[in-house]
């Protein structure tokens, strides 16, 4: 019987079992999902625009959305970015008692961040069945917030993991991801809110 | 000269619709893009050949019956000379695709550069499934409404203005021009010249739903006289019965289901669903090409429209016959 | 890296294959997450709905045979041709081409046990099972599909197509992009991160370029058309006004996001069967690929032209003449690509010592009908030729020439190289000659007659035509071909069955190839490579050294992989993945329900959520502690 | 591999066996469905919750999304909006609620619009063939929610003058005595 050790090898079991970082594979399967879904945006956005030609006034009659709530929430995002990094930070350590601190301070953004979003839907001042503006208005904020609450049951999911005695390994690296996951959502609400409260008043 | 007999060759494989072919053009549109299909046709054939030719001479080659394993090739200077090969083929390859793009840019610009001051002007818009065409007049008494038949003079541009009324319709008469979309929201123009008179087949090109298939019109190319002659008979209302049983031809549309749809002019009947029957006597066909305008056709199809075209928007009607033979001599008599 | 005593492969390798077995029997079926037998999974449902379509394109060829045929009606018609065209495209063409050939192959070529996101995999076939039963469901039930399979609104919209129709077609859709997405991060995910040690981008098979560039092109295009048919969704059921112009919805806007998505799927579709090319051709030329860098240029191009090309479909709409003019110019550009493939597979050819065997004949089979169909995109790129002979049988049969030769004949090229692997049986060379001469002739008589009825003025789509057309000789020779084709796709079956069971043993390597799927026996073991290689060339068995090092030092007990870094696949660290799980398929079941549900009540969409999220987080939720602690490490 | 397809069968099997009738598109009407009603029926006015005794109702066109789109599309092309607006009633009376002067019935709509009522409404006898009478009958019920949602019509590509028929509230019928009709 032909025995390996008779053979070169590359020895890898010094090797670390979990990575964190741009070599994870859960890492990069998280990047092409936000491609995926960035470009849904992108094409959303898009289609806005394109709409917004055929149109010869802009909000057609009627009047752009109220921004307070959109501009307060942006700030609320803007502020989650602090947990989420903290997240981040902490992951690698394993330090249980900090990632569920700072899951649960996500997941608490996240939740504010809807019930904001919530006042948003009804300061839009129309509705999806009114017109193609409207619709393009209420798919965008919509695809949104779809997001916001995948996120946030993904950010809650993990804080529940992190009372358990699982939270190691891979799920520290999950972590990790799911910060990332967050910055998505952060930017793609950033750039909603232009689209939203921005391009129908200044543009 | 050989080269023409050969043109002549495949165009008899693509012939005999006559008045309805891309190759048989009768305008300068359709001869512009004529004169470049057999332009790009003849460069594709020529790198059809050279390749089908390449692959032959290298599968011939080298070629090795044995179906066992053979030992690995290398073989340095033959992929050297293949770079060169490879190389040239694709500069020549680019520079024809130039060509083309050239010759392509020309004739389209060629074939939409028709233009003149004072065109006949024609409206289409699409229905499921048939076709509406208004020679439009500032004067409303002035506008001629048909169906389905468009009457232009030979030798003259005609602007055709597209609209349609429910879905994507496209108007296609492959002797005359390229197709153009009727988009609804949309209206758009293109031009068309007819230099030879007859009668030019077209169809709708855009899946338009259950009777696509059954959308044809015709352009009715005729000289200048002819088409005035035409123009003013249109313009009348229509003839008014002159026998007892045009009379109850009439009396049979005004108090069925006729008048629910259709248009007479001069008559009650108004409404803008059908085409306009005012002259419907004067058309080579009815039910968009489908029929012949004879009248066991035109009765056929008042009493069973949806045997020949099911799923058209007509509804089928129960006439004792007596009606029906009033009801179609009397429509035979709008000329 | 210690030096460690390896395990004799004697005790190794039940180990191996205790670890890396699957379950049987009923359940055991749907807990299965290895690639190899997803792959066949794929295979197998996209051939058989590529038979499916095939009986509606034959029923449609009887009702075209003669003029004022009565065989079927329009409606039933309209509903064949297009559950035909979206059969063909989204349920055979993608998924055998692309999650087919590439869930069962990228592993074994990477050298590595598994996919990327085996469960993710998994559950992407079942959606599109599910996407798959929904439209023939749909069809049997009378409520198939009918605009076409672009859908056009308005006829796809509220007004035009009253019923459910046009939602099952959206939904359809939903499902297999679901499917192609999940897919293409697995592939890509399994392409850049586990390639075996030594096979750098620069050394990386063909297959796997392609297979990359193909996956980076589903997730770019596929999102367009989930937006595009979700707005047709939300417009038939929940009143949006995306298509309506009366109040500043937009026909067009629909045509656009159609093609931005449509285009690259003629690459997405077209692309694999060049790779088959470049992986079958230099294994009977007996020599490496000639022009390796110019192909994966090529490749790379051909990925991001087409997503510049897409208004070519759009030219009758009366665009401004500017934008047609640049898009006749970048349709030609994408002809350059191309052309540089044809001519290095001949510049392989023509420097190799070719053997004319079967997977060899399909691939001259490719090569004459794709060039065909490539020059006639030539005429079709042209704006003034476009008008002529857009949405006529020209184009219909451009588009069989382009889509059948493109990945048919290289599918079957694929399947004649590849089913020895994954039956471990040789297929009978006689049977597979007649099988390429009866599809090759049939194919050419039908669709090569097309061309001369679209220059005719026949339209496409027209469920009839009248006598006075004059266009009854060339279509019934059109339809004559049918029975040739079908013949020859029965032969195959034959075939394979035959083959299956009394074929002759084909061995690791039949065909002597170069790639790592190559390396092991056929059909491969549970754990795919018992100890994972490393590479040394383009082409890894051919370039190998005679001491060619393995890897060592995975865990056997615990399903491992190797992680290598994507650009010179440098090992950077072991990761562990599922085990078998039936969460995936209840997780597709979830989502199934909810798409299913949102076509009758937009609530579906809320309450389906609620299952969707149980499953995902059963799915997902931690299986305990591994079996030794593991350690993060910043890599 | 067997289970795939035996899985496969079964399915299929039971959906065939299911049937749906909401997507018939009955393309040529039967002789008599597309007859005009020329016998003269004297009804004189009986309105209210106590319907006349019509002919029976073919229920096929209240199944068929089609019928029911083709009423629709009559409705607009023959001009009732020109009365009853699109359902808000005008110069007629409102279709959307659910207040029914001469009875919910399909057959009391059909012989609301064969005969004809009082103040304005004029009789179409003759001019509408009877299957067209009931597609519009089956649309001026799912205007008022009376159809279920999948076979009433989605919005139209029109100007946005009402919510859609197939998200119309059921409405309760009721007579001009304000109770509810006696259903059958």
Same mark, same amino acid.
Request: glycine share 8%; net charge neutral; with cysteine.
């Given at each position: ?14 090797? $670390? ?42 909000? $057609? ?16 995002? =803007?502020?989650? /970015?602090?947990?989420?990094? /903290? ?44 017109? =193609?503006?409207?619709?393009? /208005? ?34 520290? =690296? ?14 793609? =609400? ?14 | ?29 359709? *001869? ?61 390859? %680019? ?15 060629? %074939? ?46 005609? %602007? ?78 229509? %003839? ?41 006597? *004067? ?24 045997? *020949? ?27 | ?47 058989? @709905? ?65 996919? &990327? ?26 409520? +198939? ?11 796809? +919209? ?11 077609? &959206? ?71 995306? @298509? ?154 451009? @588009? ?61 789509? !027209? ?50 190839? +170069? ?47 190797? !992680? ?72 | ?10 399915? #299929?099997? #039971? ?41 029976? #109702?073919? #229920? ?125």
């Amino acid at each position: 019987m032909k025995q390996a050790g008779e053979r070169p090898v590359l020895d890898v079991s010094g090797l $670390p079992s979990v990575a964190f970082g741009r070599s994870n594979t859960s890492w990069l399967g998280n990047v092409f999902y936000m491609l995926i879904e960035g470009t849904m945006f992108a094409l959303l956005f898009a289609s806005y625009f394109y709409l917004r030609t055929r149109s010869s006034s802009w909000p $057609p009659f009627q009047s752009p959305p109220y921004a307070v709530y959109g501009i307060a929430n942006a700030l609320l995002f =803007a502020f989650s /970015l602090i947990p989420a990094r /903290l997240a981040q930070r902490v992951a690698p350590s394993g330090d249980r008692q900090k990632i569920r601190l700072a899951l649960l301070g996500l997941g608490a953004f996240a939740v504010a961040n809807l019930v904001l979003r919530g006042f948003e839907l009804t300061s839009l001042n129309c509705r999806w069945y009114e017109n =193609a503006y409207g619709s393009i /208005l209420w798919s965008l904020v919509g695809l949104h917030t779809g997001h916001l609450i995948t996120e946030l049951v993904e950010t809650m999911s993990l804080a529940g993991v992190s009372f358990t005695r699982s939270m190691e390994g891979t799920r520290l =690296a999950d972590v990790a991801i799911n910060s990332d996951y967050w910055y998505f959502v952060v930017v793609t =609400a950033f750039l909603m809110d232009v689209i939203v409260y921005g391009t129908t008043r200044f543009l | 000269m050989t080269l023409a007999r050969l043109h002549s060759g495949l165009a008899l494989l693509a012939q005999f619709t006559g008045e309805h072919n891309s190759l048989h053009p009768a305008g300068p549109q359709a *001869s512009g893009i004529e004169w470049l299909y057999w332009v790009v046709f003849w460069i594709t054939f020529a790198a059809f050949v050279l390749v089908v030719a390449g692959f032959t001479r290298a599968a011939v080659r080298n070629r090795s019956s044995t179906s066992e394993m053979l030992p690995l090739v290398r073989d340095l200077e033959g992929d050297r000379r293949a770079s060169w090969a490879v190389g040239t083929a694709v500069f020549i390859t %680019v520079l024809t695709l130039f060509a083309v793009l050239f010759m392509s840019i020309i004739t389209g610009k060629k %074939v939409e550069g028709l233009t003149s001051k004072n065109p006949v002007t024609i409206q289409i818009t699409g229905h499921q499934w048939w076709w509406e065409a208004v020679y439009p007049n500032t004067q409303a008494d002035q506008t001629i409404t048909t169906a389905n038949e468009i009457h232009v003079p030979v030798g003259k541009p005609v %602007v055709i203005l597209t609209n349609s009324a429910d879905v994507i319709h496209s108007f296609w008469a492959p002797s005359v021009h390229g197709k153009r979309d009727l988009l609804p929201g949309y209206s758009s123009a293109f031009w068309i010249q007819i230099d030879k008179p007859g009668t030019y087949a077209g169809r709708c090109a855009e899946f338009c739903g259950l009777q696509h298939a059954h959308m044809g019109f015709s352009i009715v190319a005729e000289d200048q006289d002819t088409f005035q002659r035409w123009e003013a008979q249109q313009l009348k209302p229509a %003839v008014e019965p002159n026998s007892s049983e045009t009379v109850r031809g009439r009396q049979v549309f005004l108090t069925h289901a006729c008048v629910m749809c259709h248009t007479i002019r001069g008559t009650d009947a108004g409404s803008r669903m059908g085409p306009d029957l005012t002259h419907v006597g *004067s058309r080579r066909m009815i039910a968009a090409e489908t029929l012949p305008n004879t009248p066991g056709a035109l009765a056929a199809w008042i009493i069973d429209p949806q045997r *020949s075209k099911p799923g058209n928007k007509m509804a089928p009607n129960l006439l004792n016959p007596g009606d029906l033979g009033a009801l179609v001599t009397y429509l035979g008599t709008l000329q | 890296m210690s030096q460690q005593v390896a395990v004799p492969e004697s005790t190794r390798e039940p180990i191996l294959a205790r670890t890396w077995r699957q379950p049987g029997g009923f359940w055991g079926w749907f807990q299965n997450v290895h690639h190899t037998a997803i792959g066949v999974r794929f295979m197998v449902t996209a051939f058989i @709905f590529f038979l499916l379509g095939g009986v509606l394109a034959a029923i449609m060829r009887w009702q075209l045979a003669t003029p004022e045929h009565g065989v079927i009606g329009p409606d039933l018609y309209n509903q064949i041709f297009t559950v035909h065209g979206s059969t063909m495209i989204f349920l055979f063409a993608v998924p055998m081409m692309f999650q087919g050939f590439g869930v069962y192959l990228v592993p074994l070529i990477c050298g590595t046990r598994n996919i &990327a996101f085996p469960r993710l995999n998994a559950f992407s076939y079942y959606v599109y099972l599910v996407g798959g039963l929904l439209l023939w469901a749909g069809l049997l039930l009378r409520t +198939g599909a009918d605009a076409g399979w672009f859908a056009y609104v308005p006829l796809s +919209g509220p007004e035009f197509t009253p019923g459910k129709r046009s939602d099952f077609w &959206a939904q359809m859709i939903t499902f297999t992009e679901v499917s192609a997405l999940g897919v293409a991060v697995s592939i890509a995910t399994t392409i850049l991160r586990y390639r075996a040690p030594g096979m750098t981008l620069n050394r990386m098979p063909l297959i796997l370029w392609e297979k990359l560039v193909i996956s980076m092109a589903v997730i770019f295009a596929m999102p367009a058309v989930m937006v595009v048919s979700y707005m047709l969704l939300m417009d038939r059921t929940i009143n949006t006004q995306f @298509f309506n112009p009366a109040v500043g919805g937009d026909v067009l806007l629909y045509q656009h996001l159609f093609w931005f998505f449509g285009h690259p799927e003629v690459y997405i579709i077209f692309l694999p069967g060049t790779a088959i090319a470049s992986t079958v051709i230099p294994v009977f030329c007996r020599r490496h690929i000639f022009g390796y860098v110019p192909i994966v240029t090529s490749v790379v191009a051909t990925g991001i032209l087409g997503f510049g090309v897409w208004v070519h479909h759009m030219f009758a709409t009366g665009l401004p003449q500017m934008s047609e003019s640049f898009f006749t110019a970048a349709t030609l550009m994408i002809v350059i690509p191309t052309a540089v493939q044809f001519y290095c597979w001949m510049a392989t050819i023509w420097h190799g010592r070719l053997q004319l065997m079967l997977p060899m004949l399909w691939m001259f089979g490719f090569f004459f009908v794709f060039l065909i169909g490539g020059l006639s995109g030539v005429m079709l790129a042209s704006v003034p030729l476009n008008w002529q002979v857009h949405d006529t049988f020209f184009v219909v049969a451009h @588009f069989h020439y382009v889509l059948i030769g493109g990945a048919l004949f290289p599918m079957f090229a694929g399947l004649y190289f590849w089913i020895p692997k994954i039956t471990g049986r040789m297929m009978n060379t006689l049977l597979g000659k007649v099988h390429f001469w009866l599809f090759f002739a049939g194919f050419n008589i039908t669709f090569f007659t097309m061309h001369f009825l679209g220059l005719r003025g026949m339209p496409r789509r !027209v469920y009839t035509y009248g006598p006075e057309m004059h266009w009854e000789g060339l279509n019934l020779l059109a339809s004559s071909g049918v029975l040739l084709m079908a013949t020859g796709v029965i032969v195959f079956i034959v075939n394979f069955f035959h083959s299956k069971s009394r074929g002759r043993l084909a061995g690791p390597n039949p065909w002597g190839a +170069g790639s790592l799927e190559w390396a092991v026996s056929s059909p491969p073991p549970a754990y795919n490579f018992l100890e994972l290689p490393t590479v040394n060339g383009r082409e890894p068995l051919w370039d190998a050294l005679p001491n060619q090092p393995v890897v060592t030092g995975l865990r056997d007990d615990i399903p491992e992989v190797l !992680v290598t870094n994507s650009l010179d696949s440098e090992p950077q660290h072991r990761d562990e993945l599922p085990p078998a799980s039936i969460w995936p398929f209840l997780a597709a079941i979830a989502v199934s329900v909810a798409f299913i549900w949102s076509i009758f009540s937009p609530w579906g969409v809320a309450y389906g959520a609620i299952p969707v999220a149980a499953t995902l987080l059963g799915w997902l939720w931690p299986r305990g502690h591994s079996p030794s602690p593991r350690v993060p490490e910043e890599v | 591999m067997l289970s795939e397809a035996l899985f496969a069968l079964f399915l #299929t099997a #039971t959906l065939m066996l299911a049937g749906c009738k909401r997507e018939e598109r009955q393309l040529r009407p039967s002789p008599q469905a597309s007859q005009v009603i020329n016998e003269a029926q004297v009804s004189g006015l009986n309105p209210g919750a106590n319907p006349l005794p019509g002919p029976p #109702t073919p #229920t096929i066109y209240e199944e068929s999304a089609y019928a029911v789109s083709e009423g629709k599309r009559l409705f607009n092309q023959y001009n009732c909006s020109g009365c009853h607006a699109h359902g808000g009633g005008g110069i007629g009376p409102p279709l959307m609620d659910n207040y029914w002067i001469y009875g919910s019935q399909p057959e009391n709509i059909f012989a609301t619009i064969v005969q004809g009522r009082p103040n304005g409404m004029p009789s179409f006898r003759n001019r509408i063939p009877e299957f067209q009478v009931w597609e519009i009958v089956a649309y001026v019920r799912s205007l008022s929610g009376l159809l279920p949602s999948d076979v009433a019509p989605s919005r139209s590509d029109e100007l946005h003058v009402k919510p859609p028929e197939q998200s119309m509230p059921k409405q309760t019928p009721v007579g001009i005595t304000g109770a509810p009709e006696p259903s059958k």
